[in-house]
């Protein structure tokens, strides 16, 4: 059973343009949503994060929306820039519980 | 931010040798660590929760005489492949977190690929 699904699996963006990636999770007891980055042969790094009680987070250029209701949520990246291009994580963990991630999606902003 | 050492990044073995992977958290002591599972283009897959001083838990499906794992101290666990075979061929990734601490504070190793021939 996926938990969370993640859409697209793969994006290609212009530079300057707005990437958009999709999550839905399922286990309504979830209560911490992280995005992860990585880049090839490495480990994912946290990028941003949210927890249910808010609608919206920004930094930077980058924000989560966050639709409890829907049990959704996704990361806009602005301005998106080539060096933005790896591969993104949603995921989803209640409390002190395993992080479960999406199938990820592979971004490449070209320029 | 914390550091997550990972060792080593890439492994290259003969069927039917053992290969140990190192996780240490090098400035903060880690009560928790996971272990996962990353085979191309996929997601990854917890393979095992590792406490501390206590037998690892390990998920569905996963042989936990295949992948040992130890975590004898609050810096160091190691993920011990045994009798490995081509299938196990794959990106392995650790994660560690402080004691009391949130998935908000959870740190990943930057992986090990292992080909198996």
């Known amino acids: 059973q996926q938990q969370v699904k993640q859409s697209p699996q793969s994006l290609i963006v212009q530079k300057g343009g707005i990437s958009i990636i999709n999550c839905a999770y399922e286990?309504?007891?979830?209560?911490?949503f992280p995005w992860y980055q990585q880049f090839p042969g490495k480990g994912p790094a946290l990028l941003i994060a949210?927890?249910?009680?808010?609608s919206e987070k920004k930094e930077g250029r980058f924000t989560i929306s966050f639709n409890k209701s829907a049990k959704q949520f996704s990361l806009h990246i602005m301005d998106s820039q080539p060096g933005d291009s790896a591969t993104y994580f949603c995921a989803a963990a209640q409390g002190y519980q395993k992080v479960t991630f999406g199938i990820g999606t592979k971004l490449q902003v070209i320029p | 931010g914390a550091v997550v050492s990972q060792h080593p990044s890439r492994v290259i073995c003969k069927s039917g040798t053992s290969v140990k992977i190192e996780c240490r958290s090098l400035d903060f002591q880690a009560t928790t660590m996971f272990w996962y599972r990353q085979f191309p283009k996929k997601s990854l897959m917890l393979m095992a929760t590792?406490?501390?001083?206590?037998?690892?838990?390990?998920e569905q499906g996963v042989e936990k005489d295949k992948f040992l794992i130890n975590h004898a101290s609050l810096t160091l666990s190691t993920l011990t492949v045994t009798s490995a075979h081509p299938e196990d061929s794959s990106f392995y990734i650790c994660?560690?977190?402080?004691?009391?601490?949130?998935?908000?504070?959870?740190?990943f190793g930057s992986g090990t690929q292992l080909s198996v021939l």
């Open positions: 949210i927890r249910p009680d808010v």
């Open positions: 590792s406490n501390e001083g206590s037998k690892a838990t390990y």
């Open positions: 286990n309504t007891a979830f209560d911490y």
């Open positions: 994660s560690a977190r402080a004691p009391g601490q949130t998935n908000e504070k959870l740190f």
